[in-house]
Structure formats: structure tokens, C-alpha cells
């Protein structure tokens, strides 16, 4: 059953004042991946800070992302317990997204007996018929075996936050590396890695949520404050990237 769905942007979950889901600015998000030429879209993975938000927020977000989205939209089941994973995954599929996305539950770590037993109950109870993306899961070799799973992140499957920062140049580098253009490729990686070099800086999804504001796509506050001693550091890369922006999305019309 093993798939290949290639570059999915990872999307942040804008919160709004109170920390609630922003939805009018989710819905901006998804356009921007969806316009830069995103093979799917996910919604509620790490990236999209799912534990933070209710069971009616995620299936909600999941039910008009689908309707909103042009691109195939994957939804993060990520929960403490396989019920409500389970829950969230009918949900997702009943509206019509087209896989879901399964880490393993919260809170503890499990030993690899349990966790495949988690994997393969949800299997089961999902059918064949449902798409399952294992996400980080220590037995994701031995799962992939039974044949009940479409795949693993990061191989079938290249989850990107970033994508909610620089689309663009991403879909543009993963163009090249299809087509085999080289020279197109050393170029748009090298412009990728100044990104990153600029973002392992910072505390993960830092830089991305920072870019993402500078684009106009507001997502909240941050959910671990910056020190003091790296404000200045911060404001840095803010200009930079502000500097740096045009010149990626360009790219968009070559793609």
C-alpha cells in the first residue's frame, strides 16, 4: 500500500488573541500553499501544534480546510489515547480529506510492542480504505510490513513547515530535483539553506512563524517566549528575511 506524495506543507495553526484558532487567517495560509503549488497540505501535525487546541477546534479546522483547500489535505490524528485518535481520524475522513497523519499518542513513551499494537488497532478500526502516514513511530519498519499503512514521514511523505514561511522556493527546489535541473537545483538549495541556517538559530518555529508574519499571515504569539538577550538577534533576522523575501518569490512563475 506504500505511497508517494512527496512535498506537503506542514501548516502552522494561527491562534488568535485569546489563543483560540484563528480561522479567517488558517484559511490565508492554506491559500498560500495552495498558490505556491503545494502537493497537499496538512493541518494539526507537530508543526500545527495540535495538542494545543480542542477536539471541536481540530475536526472543524479539518472540515473546512477540506472545502477551502485545492490541494489533497492530510490531517494530524495526534492524541493521548487511540480513541480519540481514532475519533479525529473518522472525522477527517468523513469530510473528505485524503489521509490522515499518526504520531504516537502523547505523554509517555511507549515501548515498540505497544506502540505497534496502537498503530495496528488504529488500522484496523479505520479500514483499508483510509490513507495512515506513520509519524515517527520507533516500529514504522515493522508497520510498514503488514501492509495496512500508506507510508512514513519523510519517506513518501516530505512534511515542511517551512513551507508556511518560503513556498515557493520549495516547490521550485522540489521541481528541480524531478526534472533534474542541477543548476536550478544547487541554486534554489543554496537560497534554502540560508533560510534554515537563519532558523536553527532559534527555537522551532520560531523563524517560521516570524517569515510567516513578515508575509502578512499573522499566527500569534509564540509559544516559548524569545530571551531578552536574543530580541536584537530576532529583529535581525525579521529584516533579513523582509530584505531577502522578493527574490524567492519570483520563483513562483517559473514553477
Request: hydrophobic share 45%.
Amino acid at each position: 500500500m506504500a505511497c508517494e506524495r512527496g512535498l506537503i506543507g506542514a501548516a502552522l495553526t494561527p491562534r488568535g488573541k485569546r489563543g483560540d484558532l484563528d480561522f479567517g487567517t488558517a484559511f490565508e495560509l492554506i491559500d498560500l500553499l495552495c498558490k505556491a503549488g503545494m502537493k497537499g497540505i496538512a493541518l494539526l501535525t507537530s508543526a500545527g501544534e495540535y495538542p494545543a487546541f480542542t477536539f471541536e477546534e481540530r475536526t472543524r479546522l479539518v472540515y473546512l480546510g477540506v472545502k477551502r483547500s485545492r490541494a489533497p489535505l492530510f490531517a494530524g490524528t495526534g492524541a493521548e489515547d487511540l480513541s480519540t485518535a481514532v475519533e479525529l481520524a473518522r472525522e477527517a475522513m468523513g469530510c473528505g480529506a485524503a489521509g490522515v497523519i499518526l504520531p504516537p499518542p502523547l505523554l509517555f513513551a511507549y515501548p515498540d510492542p505497544e506502540l505497534c499494537e496502537y498503530y495496528l488497532q488504529f488500522a484496523s478500526v479505520l479500514g483499508r480504505d483510509t490513507e495512515i502516514w506513520i509519524d515517527g513511530a520507533a516500529p514504522a519498519e515493522d508497520l510498514m510490513r503488514t501492509g495496512r499503512f500508506a507510508g512514513i514521514v519523510g519517506d513518501g511523505m516530505n512534511l515542511a513547515s517551512e513551507a508556511c514561511a518560503i513556498p515557493e522556493l520549495l516547490v521550485a527546489l522540489d521541481a528541480a530535483r524531478r526534472s533534474g535541473d542541477t543548476a536550478c537545483q544547487h541554486h534554489h538549495a543554496r537560497l534554502a539553506g540560508e533560510f534554515r541556517e537563519w532558523a536553527e538559530r532559534f527555537a522551532p518555529l520560531v523563524a517560521v512563524k516570524v517569515a510567516a508574519e513578515v508575509r502578512g499571515i499573522g499566527t500569534g504569539g509564540l509559544p516559548v517566549p524569545v530571551a531578552p538577550e536574543r530580541a536584537r538577534l530576532l529583529d535581525e533576522f525579521r529584516e533579513w528575511f523582509r530584505n531577502w523575501l522578493p527574490a524567492t518569490r519570483k520563483l513562483a512563475v517559473r514553477v
